[in-house]
C-alpha cells in the first residue's frame, strides 16, 4: 500500500525550464526511502510540491489517500514533518526545550502534556541531556537530532529528510544516518531521505535514482545501485560495499552477500 503517490508531476521555476518533467513515485507506507542524485536533479523540488510549498504545473499529488489540493494542503502538512539541509536555520527557541514547545505550541497542544513530549521525543533521538542548551552550543549532528526531535513530536506519519546531512560532517553525518536507521526499525512511520549519499541509500528499502528531473530507475537498492554504468553516467558512485564485492571477485573469491556484514562472515 502506497502512502503517497506522485503521477506524472512537472514543475519549473522559471516556467521555461523544467525542474521536474512528467515525474512519477509511489512511496510504500512504512518503508524508507531514499531519493537520490546530484545538485538539480530534482529530488529537493518534489520534497516541496509534496507538502505544497510548491505547485505543479500538472500532474496529480496524493498523500494518504487526499489529493493535494488547497482543500486538503493543512491537512497533509499535519500528517508529514520536514527536516531541512542546514540546523542553523531550524532553531526558533533559545534553548532545545523551548525549540521542540515551539512547534507544539503552533499545533495548540495541552501545556500540561508539553513536558512529557519533549522529553519523549528529545530520548528518542538521545538528547535528553541537553534540552536546557542553546542550540548554539551544539555540534552539527545534534542540531540535526534536534530538528529531527522537533518533527518528530507533531507525530507524523512521514518523516522527509530533506539533505539532512549534507552540511554535517563525517561523524555528524553518521549520527543522524544511524539515527534514522533506528527510528525506521522501532516504528510504522515512512521516512524519505532526499540524499546524494549513496551509503545512505544503499541501507534503504527503495531507491529512486533521479537526475535532470525525471527518474532514471527505481527499485531494491542492492539492485539499482549495482548499475556502476548508470550511477557513473550521471556522476555518483556506487556503495563501499559493492566495491569490496567486486574486488573480491577480481582476485577469484565470489560471495552473495550484498553487506559488508554478510560478506565478512562469508569470509
Known amino acids: 500500500m502506497s502512502i503517497i503517490e506522485i503521477k506524472n508531476i512537472s514543475f519549473s521555476y522559471n516556467n521555461t525550464d523544467l525542474a521536474l518533467s512528467n515525474v512519477s513515485l509511489s512511496i510504500p507506507q512504512g518503508k524508507y526511502v531514499t531519493i537520490v542524485g546530484h545538485n538539480g536533479s530534482g529530488k529537493s523540488t518534489i520534497a516541496k510540491c509534496i507538502i505544497g510549498l510548491l505547485q505543479t504545473s500538472h ?94 513530536s507533531m507525530a507524523p506519519q512521514i518523516l522527509i529528510l530533506d539533505e539532512a546531512t549534507s552540511m554535517l560532517d563525517p561523524k555528524g553525518k553518521a549520527e543522524v544516518n544511524d539515527l534514522v536507521k533506528q527510528l525506521h526499525e522501532q516504528t510504522n512511520m515512512t521516512i524519505i531521505s532526499i540524499t546524494h549519499d549513496i551509503e545512505e541509500a544503499y541501507q534503504s528499502d527503495v531507491v529512486y535514482v533521479m537526475n535532470e528531473g525525471q527518474v532514471l530507475d527505481y527499485g531494491h537498492p542492492h539492485e539499482v545501485l549495482a548499475q556502476e554504468a548508470l550511477l557513473k553516467s550521471i556522476k555518483l558512485d556506487i556503495p563501499f560495499a559493492l566495491k569490496f564485492k567486486y574486488a573480491l571477485k577480481s582476485v577469484g573469491i565470489d560471495v552473495p552477500q550484498t553487506t559488508l556484514e554478510g560478506m565478512v562472515e562469508h569470509l
Not at 496524493?62 to 532553531?91: C, T, Y
Request: proline share 4%; aromatic share 6%.
Open 59 to 152: 500532474g496529480e499529488i496524493i498523500v494518504d489517500g487526499l489529493p493535494l489540493n488547497l482543500e486538503n494542503v493543512d491537512e497533509i502538512r499535519s500528517k508529514v514533518g520536514l527536516v531541512f539541509q542546514n540546523p542553523d536555520n531550524q532553531f526558533i527557541g533559545s534553548t532545545v526545550r523551548d525549540d521542540i514547545a515551539f512547534g507544539l505550541e503552533n499545533h495548540r497542544v495541552d501545556p500540561k502534556e508539553m513536558d512529557g513530549i519533549i522529553e519523549r521525543f528529545a530520548s528518542a533521538v538521545g538528547m535528553s541531556d541537553y534540552l536546557n542548551f542553546e542550540p548554539t552550543k551544539l555540534s552539527g549532528g545534534q542540531k540535526q537530532r534536534v530538528a529531527i526531535a522537533g518533527a518528530l
